[in-house]
């Protein structure tokens, strides 16, 4: 279960932000997690309640901002979403193209006290 491992780099990301800046308490963290992420968010929510419990993110909620996985044809230049893998474009069939979002995995924002 890797999203144990992510919770755990989310926790000391926010952790190591309110500390530096005097916080109390952390109330949100907004996380972008692109659907080619391959991040279970039940999972990674579970995880991180657990493992922030006696922390001063304990009581604190993750905001998550899916990101579609999109694509630009290198050949005629369609920009599309990719759906269930399928890295052709639609337009003009050709199978080189150059990802623009979807794979995304990062702390968005911290909301502290």
């Known amino acids: 279960m890797h999203e144990m491992a992510i919770a755990e780099g989310i926790l000391n990301i926010a952790l190591d932000y309110a500390e530096k800046n005097r916080a109390k308490k952390i109330q949100e963290i907004g996380l ?7 991040v279970e968010t039940d999972a990674l929510e579970f995880s991180f309640h657990m ?26 230049g369609k920009e599309f979403h990719i759906g269930h893998y399928d890295f052709r474009c ?14 995304e995995m990062q ?5 502290v006290d």
């Open 51 to 76: 493992i922030a419990k006696g922390t001063m993110a304990s009581e604190a909620e993750l905001a998550i901002r899916k990101v579609p996985l999109q694509g630009k044809c290198n050949k005629c």
């Open 32 to 38: 972008l997690l692109g659907e080619m992420s391959g």
């Open 90 to 103: 639609p337009e003009c069939k050709d199978g080189v193209l150059t990802l623009l979002s979807g794979r």
């Open 107 to 111: 702390v968005e924002y911290l909301e």
